[in-house]
C-alpha cells in the first residue's frame, strides 16, 4: 500500500508560478514511476508529467512542454511539479500517481495509486 499526498496547489494570476507536492509513504518510493495528471471540471483526467525511478527520464504532454518540471527527491519521498507561466486553461485538479514498476506512462489506468489531489486555480 503506498498513500499520497498533494499540497502547493492555489489560486494564481496568469504567468505565474506554482510548485506542487507529493509525499509518498512506504520504503521503497525510488522504485515506482510517478506520474502528475489533472482533471478540470466536466473534463476528462488527463497526463500531465512522469518521471523514472531515478529521475533521469521525464516527459510531458505537449500542452505543459516548457512551462512544467516534474522532479523527484527519493531521499524524501517526494515528487515536484514546478508550474511557470501559468494559463487560465491549467485550472484543475492536480493528482499525484505511483506506476509500480520502471516504465513511464501517460495512460492513467496503469498507475496503481493516486492522492487525493489539489486544486490549482489560474485567474486571467
Known amino acids: 500500500q503506498v498513500q499520497l499526498v498533494e499540497s502547493g496547489g492555489g489560486l494564481v494570476q496568469a504567468g505565474g508560478s506554482l510548485r506542487l507536492s507529493c509525499a509518498a509513504s512506504?520504503?521503497?518510493?525510488?522504485?515506482?514511476?510517478m506520474g502528475w495528471f489533472r482533471q478540470a471540471p466536466g473534463k476528462e483526467r488527463e497526463f500531465v508529467a512522469a518521471i523514472s525511478r531515478s529521475g533521469g527520464i521525464t516527459y510531458y504532454a505537449d500542452s505543459v512542454k516548457g512551462r512544467f518540471t516534474i522532479s523527484r527527491d527519493n531521499a524524501k519521498n517526494t515528487v515536484y511539479l514546478q508550474m511557470n507561466s501559468l494559463k487560465p486553461e491549467d485550472t484543475a485538479v492536480y493528482y499525484c500517481?505511483?506506476?509500480?514498476?520502471?516504465?513511464?506512462?501517460?495512460?492513467?489506468?496503469?498507475?496503481?495509486?493516486w492522492g487525493q489531489g489539489t486544486q490549482v486555480t489560474v485567474s486571467s
Open positions: 512506504g520504503r521503497t518510493f525510488s522504485s515506482y514511476a
Open positions: 500517481a505511483v506506476r509500480l514498476g520502471s516504465a513511464l506512462d501517460i495512460k492513467g489506468g496503469r498507475y496503481d495509486y
